[in-house]
C-alpha cells in the first residue's frame, strides 16, 4: 500500500474508533452520553464524512498536502486537544442561542478552521472532528457523532485551499459560492419565519422554551458573509490571511450545512427546520467567530514563524 494512502486511511480510521471508544466508555460512564435508536443513521452518516474525505484525497492524491508524518500527528493531537478544551467551555448553557437542538456561541469553532489552513486538511479534519466529539463528552449532554463529522469537515475544507496554485483565483470562487450558500439558507428563513425553535435554559432541571428565530439571528449568514468579505477587503494584500478566513468561511458553511441536513434523517426534521433550527443559528455565528478570530491566529502563526527563521 502506499505510504500515503496507508497514513489517510488510518487517519480515517482513528477518528471512527476514537467516536466508538467515547460512546463505549462515555456511555457506561455517564447514561446521557449513550446513543439512542439513532446511533445508527446517526453512524451512516459518520461513514458518508469519512468517504467524502477520502474521495477528495483520492482524486487529489498526488497533491502534497495529503502527506501525514510525525509532525502532522502531533499536530492533531494538539489540535483536538485545543478544540476539545474550548469546546467544553464555551459549550452548554454558557452561550446558548435559540435552536431546534442545542446549539452555543463557539468561538472555539476557529481551531479547526487554523489548523486546517495552517498545517493541511487531514489535521483540520482530525481537530474537527475528534476535538468536537471529546468537548461533547466532556460536557455530557449527549453525543451527535455527525455533527463531530461535520466540524471536522469544517477544518478539512479550510485546508483545501492549498490544492489551488493561485490562491487569489481560488478565493474569488469561494466568495461566489459562499455568498450564495448565504443568501440560499436567509431565504429559507424568511419563507418559514413561523417555525418555533427552542432555547436551552437549565439542563439539570430539563426546562425548555419554545420561541422563534429573531430576525437578527435569521440574517446572520448573511452578516457573517459580509463580515467576512470585509475582512478580506482589508487583507486582501496579505494572502494568508485572505486565504484562511474565505476558505474558512466555505468550511463552515458546507460542514455546518453537512451536519445540520443529516438530521433530516436522523431527527426526522424537515428541510426549514434543518436549515432554520439548525444551521442558522450554528453557521451564522461560527462566521463572525471566523472573520474576527482566524486572521488573529494566522497572523500570530506567522509572527512565530519569522522569530523561528521557518
Same mark, same amino acid.
Given at each position: 500500500m502506499d505510504h500515503t494512502l496507508r497514513n489517510i486511511f488510518l487517519s480515517l480510521l482513528g477518528v471512527l474508533v476514537f467516536f466508538a471508544l467515547i460512546i463505549w466508555v462515555g456511555g457506561a460512564i455517564n447514561p446521557s452520553l449513550q446513543l439512542d435508536e439513532t446511533a445508527l443513521m446517526r453512524f451512516v452518516f459518520v461513514i458518508i464524512g469519512l468517504l467524502i474525505v477520502f474521495l477528495v484525497y483520492w482524486f487529489t492524491r498526488?497533491?502534497?498536502?495529503?502527506?501525514? $508524518?510525525?509532525?502532522?500527528?502531533?499536530?492533531?493531537?494538539?489540535?483536538?486537544?485545543?478544540?476539545? !478544551?474550548?469546546?467544553? @467551555? /464555551?459549550?452548554?448553557?454558557?452561550?446558548?442561542?435559540?435552536?431546534?437542538s442545542q446549539v452555543a456561541l463557539r468561538p472555539a469553532i476557529c481551531i479547526p478552521m487554523f489548523f486546517g489552513y495552517a498545517f493541511g486538511p487531514v489535521v483540520g479534519f482530525f481537530t474537527g472532528a475528534v476535538g468536537n466529539m471529546f468537548g461533547d463528552a466532556l460536557t455530557g449532554f449527549g453525543l451527535s457523532p455527525q455533527w463531530s463529522i461535520g466540524n471536522g469537515l469544517v477544518g478539512f475544507i479550510s485546508g483545501l485551499v492549498w490544492l489551488f496554485p493561485d490562491k487569489k483565483?481560488?478565493?474569488?470562487?469561494?466568495?461566489?459560492?459562499? $455568498?450564495?450558500?448565504?443568501?440560499l439558507?436567509?431565504?429559507?428563513?424568511?419563507?418559514?419565519?413561523? !417555525?418555533?425553535?427552542? @432555547? /436551552?435554559?437549565?439542563?439539570?432541571?430539563?426546562?425548555?422554551?419554545?420561541q422563534q428565530i429573531s430576525l437578527i439571528a435569521g440574517v446572520t449568514l448573511v452578516i457573517g458573509f459580509l463580515v467576512v468579505l470585509i475582512v478580506y477587503l482589508l487583507f486582501r494584500g496579505n494572502i494568508n490571511i485572505a486565504a484562511a478566513v474565505t476558505w474558512a468561511m466555505l468550511g463552515n458553511l458546507l460542514g455546518i450545512g453537512f451536519a445540520a441536513i443529516s438530521d433530516i434523517w436522523i431527527n426526522g426534521f424537515s428541510f426549514p427546520v434543518a436549515i432554520v433550527g439548525e444551521y442558522i443559528p450554528a453557521a451564522g455565528p461560527n462566521l463572525i467567530f471566523a472573520a474576527i478570530l482566524v486572521p488573529l491566529l494566522v497572523g500570530a502563526y506567522a509572527a512565530v514563524q519569522r522569530q523561528s527563521g521557518r
Open positions: 498526488d497533491n502534497k498536502i495529503w502527506e501525514v $508524518g510525525t509532525r502532522e500527528v502531533v499536530y492533531m493531537a494538539i489540535g483536538a486537544a485545543l478544540y476539545a !478544551i474550548f469546546s467544553y @467551555l /464555551f459549550n452548554g448553557t454558557v452561550f446558548a442561542v435559540p435552536s431546534v483565483k481560488s478565493i474569488n470562487t469561494v466568495i461566489i459560492i459562499s $455568498g450564495v450558500l448565504a443568501l439558507g436567509t431565504l429559507v428563513f424568511f419563507l418559514n419565519r413561523g !417555525i418555533p425553535n427552542m @432555547l /436551552f435554559f437549565d439542563v439539570p432541571a430539563g426546562i425548555f422554551g419554545d
